[in-house]
């Protein structure tokens, strides 16, 4: 980050792309700014890390890891949009949409609200969950605190920092992690045997929907064992001012047993659920990257056709490159330096610059599926023929990265390969080497 004169006035531009400006809120290990995007105007949200800070916390470089995993797998409307991660040597920072309405929280301060208003906020908190639980992860940390209102009254689910992917899951099938905030927490998490992470969201969701339409805790005690106890029992009491079909609702959310809990198919066919309902479409981009959808055959009208490339997760990126975006010291890193670039240049005229340069070197070349490109080199070397595959997998619409893997032959022709052969013929279209320092010009915040 650095700070760029302009009409007289210091600003902090970081990476010469986003402002920031005012401090917005303030947690253990992270701040969160509002930002600028320089190229658009748009506003956003910048959630800054320190990790120094983190690399002493045990759990903290996973939970991290795993934020960023699920921010790209839950692209919903009433879900707040991670648009980039990026990361110096000191910091990470996420990019996110920037939610002008602050939390529902606060409205609910002010008491309780109409009963057509919490159906709607509860509408949307539904549909995004459900969406979350399409995709396999389980929020677990569900509270007004947590859902954000935009401008035009819009709800969205964030901090996502203690949601949970199925790979944490253990042989059971279930989790157990005890996590969440107490007064919202089910009763299956505190009671240490496992659970379903997805039922134990709907518990919160009930809680929620209790609290928009009460103004109060449906389970409060001063000590904090007597107030699990009344969660392991669902001992509360529902207000005279419950509709019918709402009181049924909350009765069938806040259920001690999770099995018996209502399911997210069995309330939207609810008539209280349906009244108003208009379902939330996802955008197209949380259909998962890796299995993009066929582009048009250009072969027709002249021109060679290139597979859209797989998408590239930003934490792989920020984990692979080094200098201006070295995570390495943070998160485990398996590839080999030098062996990944960036590039601002499309997907097919990488692929044919790769074509190019590899026969230039003397190697086979064939075309793969999914912009990859095989480089097979012609002499025996000490573990036979050197075979390297390149691929390139997408980032943004202006840039690409690309990654050597070796697929057979010696590991030292493999390191000459990607650290001294391939490198003087793609030097016009790389960006920034993995290994190599960032031009400060274009990435560190120092601006022209």
Not at 21 to 50: C, P, W
Not at 129 to 139: E, L
Not at 242 to 247: E, G, K, L, P
Not at 274 to 291: C, E, H, M, V, Y
């Amino acid at each position: 980050m650095g700070k760029v004169e302009e009409g007289g006035e210091a600003r902090n531009v970081v990476f010469g792309k986003y402002e920031m400006g005012r401090l917005l809120g303030q947690g253990t290990f992270a701040k969160v700014y509002h930002g600028r995007d320089l190229r658009s105007g748009e506003s956003v949200a910048m959630k800054v890390i320190n990790k120094d800070q983190i690399r002493r916390e045990a759990g903290m470089m996973d939970q991290i890891q795993r934020e960023i995993s699920v921010m790209r797998l839950v692209r919903h409307p009433h879900v707040v949009e991670l648009k980039e991660v990026m990361a110096t040597k000191t910091r990470i920072f996420f990019v996110m949409e920037y939610v002008r309405g602050g939390e529902l929280f606060a409205k609910v301060l002010r008491g309780r609200l109409p009963e057509d208003q919490a159906r709607r906020y509860f509408q949307q908190l539904i549909s995004a969950v459900d969406f979350c639980h399409s995709r396999g992860v389980s929020h677990r940390d569900l509270k007004p605190e947590n859902l954000l209102l935009d401008e035009a009254g819009n709800l969205k689910v964030s901090d996502f920092g203690l949601s949970a992917l199925p790979e944490q899951l253990r042989q059971d099938g279930l989790l157990h992690t005890q996590c969440g905030t107490p007064a919202y927490v089910a009763p299956e998490v505190l009671r240490k045997r496992g659970y379903d992470g997805a039922r134990a969201d709907l518990w919160s969701c009930g809680v929620i929907l209790f609290v928009l339409l009460a103004g109060f805790l449906p389970f409060q005690d001063e000590n904090l064992m007597r107030m699990y106890r009344k969660v392991f029992k669902a001992e509360y009491q529902i207000p005279p001012w419950f509709s019918a079909d709402a009181r049924r609702l909350v009765s069938r959310l806040l259920v001690a047993d999770p099995e018996k809990r209502i399911s997210i198919p069995a309330i939207v066919r609810l008539p209280w659920f349906q009244k108003g309902f208009s379902r939330a479409i996802p955008s197209p981009l949380s259909i998962p990257a890796a299995t993009p959808p066929s582009p048009p055959n250009k072969e027709e009208e002249g021109e060679k056709e290139v597979d859209s490339p797989r998408f590239y997760n930003a934490f792989e990126l920020i984990s692979a490159m080094s200098s201006g975006f070295d995570l390495s010291n943070l998160f485990e890193n398996r590839r080999r330096a030098g062996t990944v670039f960036t590039s601002r240049w499309s997907a097919g005229d990488i692929v044919e610059r790769l074509e190019r340069v590899g026969r230039a070197l003397g190697f086979r070349v064939a075309r793969a599926k999914a912009c990859k490109v095989r480089l097979e080199g012609k002499a025996e070397g000490r573990k036979g023929r050197l075979d390297v595959m390149a691929e390139v997998f997408e980032v943004a619409p202006e840039v690409a990265v690309v990654e050597f893997s070796k697929s057979a032959g010696d590991t030292l022709e493999y390191v000459k390969f990607c650290e001294e052969d391939v490198r003087p013929g793609l030097k016009d279209i790389v960006w920034t080497w993995q290994g190599d320092d960032i031009p400060t010009s274009d990435h560190d915040g120092t601006g022209p």
